[in-house]
């Protein structure tokens, strides 16, 4: 059977699923996280992979081009698996999510780290860079998979809250998924057929906005050259918390870049 007649016949349940999520963003989120009973890799949160094998893509890049002095605030923070591990590698990080349910699992699961901290925030919101300025002072800035889920006048909206976050002296790290085919066989990648569909994605379906991809074109369109200087970019591998049919975890294709401000210091571009 072809791949195009498989996408056919899965799209009635995805269709199905989708049409339960609501409308309002930040309602869909905070009600996923309320109905969370478990994270971790093998959890219900299809992102939450926890793989030692993606901290590693990041840590040399951070720690090369972020100012150790600076707080780093780990933006969409969810459940606050990266926060616990930037809190290992940098003096104080802040966690931010949108939804109260996911920040209530965040401090839970951050019982003991000292320098983490967590507070309810959406980083999309008209004066959000100032609030988190006035808080914690400049920053850098770590962003897992936030632009590829927001439409984009809240990405523009977003990105000019983190150049009022970062400075001159900040750095933004982010890295999203870039999946380039449409939807369905995005699914199909992530395990779904028209007789199963992974119980992480379904739930994600059912609950949650649609998610689109973000790579280098999003990138230079919501982080204009007149604002923004690119240090380096790439691509990388976004593990879920998902297993394939050889038992191996599950990767999608993903982009990372490291920005600075336009007026800040300039740096050679490089690999990751």
Not at 81 to 110: C, K, M, N
């Amino acid at each position: 059977m072809s791949k195009l007649w498989e996408q056919m016949l899965l799209l009635p349940r995805v269709v199905r699923l989708a049409s339960r999520a609501p409308r309002d963003p930040n309602a869909a989120w905070e009600g996923y996280w309320r109905g969370i009973h478990s994270t971790g890799r093998s959890g219900e949160v299809l992102w939450d992979a926890g793989s030692r094998n993606e901290f590693a893509q990041y840590s040399d890049a951070l720690i090369a081009h972020f100012d150790p002095a600076l707080p780093v605030i780990d933006v969409g923070c969810g459940n606050g698996s990266y926060t616990r591990w930037l809190a290992g590698h940098f003096p104080s990080v802040l966690g931010i999510d949108v939804s109260p349910g996911a920040v209530e699992r965040a401090r839970s699961e951050a019982d003991g780290i000292l320098n983490a901290d967590f507070m309810v925030m959406d980083a999309t919101g008209a004066g959000a860079g100032g609030q988190l300025l006035e808080r914690v002072g400049l920053a850098n800035v770590f962003v897992r998979g936030v632009f590829h889920v927001l439409k984009p006048d809240k990405q523009a909206s977003m990105a000019a809250n983190l150049r009022t976050i970062i400075g001159n002296t900040g750095r933004v790290f982010l890295t999203e998924t870039n999946f380039r085919g449409n939807s369905l066989a995005y699914l199909q990648q992530l395990g779904a057929t028209r007789r199963s569909i992974p119980g992480q994605l379904e739930r994600a379906l059912e609950n949650l906005p649609r998610p689109g991809h973000f790579g280098a074109r999003e990138r230079h369109s919501i982080f204009p050259d007149t604002h923004w200087k690119v240090i380096t970019d790439g691509p990388v591998n976004i593990e879920v918390a998902l297993v394939n049919s050889t038992g191996l975890p599950q990767q999608v294709p993903g982009y990372f870049a490291i920005l600075t401000g336009a007026a800040g210091p300039g740096q050679e571009r490089e690999q990751l």
